[in-house]
């Protein structure tokens, strides 16, 4: 058996493929072809892969595993940074084929996602605030693939491409990476061109239509030049039937393709370039109705009485029937791709390594945005055109007692906007007071239409740098230093028209036009934002054993400042508010304290993490809660805390069997916001004026202008979130090939979060846990073929609630995934 499948305890080369230290997965010796993640591409021996299949089979479970979280080489355990390494092996297993997928693995990773311009991803709370997507700021976790920031979130939407291993990095990330990451980092390495002929494919099928393909192929062109192409292909029928458009929402259909030529003159320089072409064509997005709530609208404002009064009924309120009437057009039209030449050259004592690279999005959605059959509002697209060149160049450098990495960063985007937002002859009674005459004409606000014009120019420089000194054999201290400077210039512009084609502006006083100004107010700013930010962090590390290691660390940090890109409050002159145009940046203070160790040979991993966040003038989104007047927009509140604590515990016990559990418990609140904007149980209603209180719900009548939410929980952060799994194997032959039957499971549990910025008693999701299986046999000579089925128990669960526009009181949802179910065959040669 030690021959078939090699010690878990081998130490693996830096580009054999790695496995998650915190979850866990199928082992398969067809890993040792997959696993060519190499910089040093010709390492790609059979040796090699008999390491790589060592490797995937126990990362998780106590072997060792290389990472470069630090831009170097060194084992996982040896890393002061709270950190999980997900394999590619494990993607394919477990069908976590991206992002969204990858939070049921990892407990302290949140991904939130409407369509994908509006996705977020958090590490343990912070990254990105709660709602729709602005332009103005950056995102507070990076993601990189092959050392290339990607800046769209849009693309955590897409399949993971021919990948190698996933790096979750939790904790600031500013004085290692290009750009500047306040919450984290999403290190994602694929598989590399080798110099010895290699391929794989794997074909997928399950239920709703699911159907997968993956396949990569690579070798020698001559004696130095090496390359690779990968293509993946992903479809699957909607989970959400749309009675109106008679055609199923919340569809897949992604494709992928990405090639890359290694030229590799001698063993001191490498030369990469690589370029990528992604697509997403989904019918998406919709919701569902879940329920409504009382507002301090008056009752003949709030849903019930609107819809009553225009005879509309929702195809069922229950929504795990997963019926919707939405009557506008969907789309999520979403492609991303770009080129990038990467140059590692060992130079002196360390290695000088250069990134160049380009990017380019391209967004086509078309919405409904009134969450309803009725046509109030009939289009809401906003398209966008995004460019991004990077430059990156790094020098790092290991010797016997310094270690350093010395790196600068410059990043330039320009992004297009072209909105488009159209209200329907259902909008008038919908939309205006019911007392007043021209709420029964539907005229005044059918073909009522904003037109919006953006643009964003951002420009950021760094200097960045880290130096690990081993002060002894056992303790080492890590400093590291950032200077950074920020520039973006941004318009807007909205123009309005009737539905005749007029120019709706101010001045006029006649009643439709005060009418259609309260929905569409033309505006136009040109917001700008420079600074510089120095950021600073220190780590100590103290080695007590082999096994043992004690680290901890302190980060004073910043994320970057911000405009608002989707408009400004107006004053009562109908002049746009200046001072809001800008967010303040983020100042971020971080603590941690952890400790990683080894028992039992090290068949028995448990590493813990202790953390604490403050951070100040924190990026929140604001909403009026009305139609068309502001999208939402960015506001800097008071102060935020998270604090928690993460375990990562692992076992392999035998060549048998082997499990995890990780777990994580996330304490995130707003310390200080007194002027967010209501839950929807306070809003709607006339302002609040001195001396008076506002009305209760059910109660209709006066509303705050602003609320306080001190001391309440941040949107999306469940308090106790746990993955844990387990898998046995057996050797056995299956028509006469040697290989292991074997049964997997993967679970994950999150207890109940607030699905709105400011958290409200309508839009709590309660905790839910989901079980995945998978059994099969490997065999020897790569070829693997295993069932799956992912919430086996059909559990029912929301991924998100949103609430109506207009503070009519309606709440509306996205069930998540029910239970799926299918076959895989996997072949590597």
Known sequence: MTAKYPSVRRRVRASSLTLSILLACAATPAAAHEAAASDDAGAATSAAADDAAAQAEGGSYGGEIIVTARRRQETAQDVPIAISVVAGEQIDNTGSFNVGRLTQLAPTLQFYSSNPRNTAVNIRGIGAPFGLTNDGIEQGVGIYVDDVYYSRVASSTFDFLDVAQIEVLRGPQGTLYGKNTTAGAINITTNQPTFDFEGKAEVSIGNFNFKQAKAAISGPLSDTLAARIAVSSTSRRGTIYNVTSDRWTQSQDNIGIRGQLLWQPNDDLS????????????????????RTGATQRPLNRQYAALAAAQGYVVPSTNPYDRLTDLDANLNAGNEIGGAALRVKWDIGPGTLT???????????????????????????????????????????????????????????????????????????????????????????????????????KNTSAALFGQVSWKVTDQFTIQPGVRLNYDKKDGFYQRRVFAGDGTPVVFGPTDAITVARLGVFAPQEISPSFSDWNFSYDLTATYKATQDLLFYATYAKTFKSGGINQNGVPSDAANNPILDAATVKPESVNHYEAGVKAEFLDREVTLNLTAFRTDIKNYQANVNNGQFGVLRGYLANAGKVRTQGVEFDFSARPSERFRSYVNGAYTDAKYKRFVDAPCPPELSGGTTVGAGQTPGAPGRPGLSPANCDISGQRLPGVSKWAFSFGAEANAESKLFGQDGQFYLGYDGSYRSRFSSNPSPSAYTWIEGYSLSNFRAGFRTENGIDIFGWVRNAFDKKYLDQLSVGPGNTGLIVGLPGDPRTWGGTIKASF
């Open 271 to 290: 030369v990469t370039l690589s370029g990528d072409w992604n697509k997403q064509d989904a019918v998406c997005c919709s919701s569902v109705f879940v």
């Open 354 to 456: 250069s990134v160049t690279a380009w990017r380019y999005w391209d967004w086509q959605p078309e919405n409904d945005r009134d969450f309803t059959g009725l046509p109030i509002v009939t289009k809401s697209q906003n398209p966008s055109q995004q460019d991004q060149y990077t430059q990156e160049l790094r020098y790092n450098y290991t010797g016997d007692r310094f270690d350093f990495v010395l790196g600068g960063f410059y990043y330039y985007q320009r992004i297009d906007t072209q909105g488009t937002e159209a209200h329907g002859p259902a909008s008038s009674r919908w939309t205006l007071n019911p007392t007043s005459a021209l709420a029964n004409n539907p005229a005044v606000l059918n073909g009522l239409t904003a037109i919006n014009t953006q643009y964003l």
